[in-house]
């Protein structure tokens, strides 16, 4: 699936509270994706905010795609949730279970973007840590 084709599955809507700051986490499992087990996005909207049932379709489509790297489906994530709605905060966090000799049990990869200037530090601060 192009670029295009799997950016036009993070249908939006407005959001219901433009004033306020808060969190929403969309998850998923992804069984047969390459790269990645279990997907979180979280982020503080805008002025609009991703349909959680669209989300899953779009999810769907990553499962389907061969990634490189979990790096590399972790910053079509974010680059693809920023294109499509522009939230004042945005994480996306994902885990690779990897069997390494053994040795590696786990690859995860989190990124986090923001507005410029946009900074609430006491709702971030209750959020889990990585």
């Known amino acids: 699936m192009n670029m295009m084709d799997r950016r036009a599955l993070l249908n939006s809507k407005d959001n219901p509270g433009r004033k306020l700051d808060y969190v929403i986490t969309l998850a998923g499992n992804l069984p047969t994706c390459n790269q990645a087990r279990k997907i979180v996005l979280r982020y503080i ?48 966090s994902l885990s690779a279970p990897k069997n390494q000799d053994g040795i590696v049990s786990t690859h995860g990869v989190v990124l986090e973007d923001r507005q410029p200037g946009w900074d609430n530090r006491t709702l971030l601060g209750r959020l889990d840590r990585i």
Request: no cysteine.
């Open 45 to 92: 909207p805008d002025r609009e905010i991703l349909d959680a049932e669209a989300f899953g379709h779009y999810l769907q489509a990553v499962e389907k795609t061969q990634w490189d790297t979990p790096e590399d489906l972790a910053v079509t994530l974010l680059t693809d949730v920023n294109n499509e709605i522009v939230a004042r905060w945005v994480q996306v």
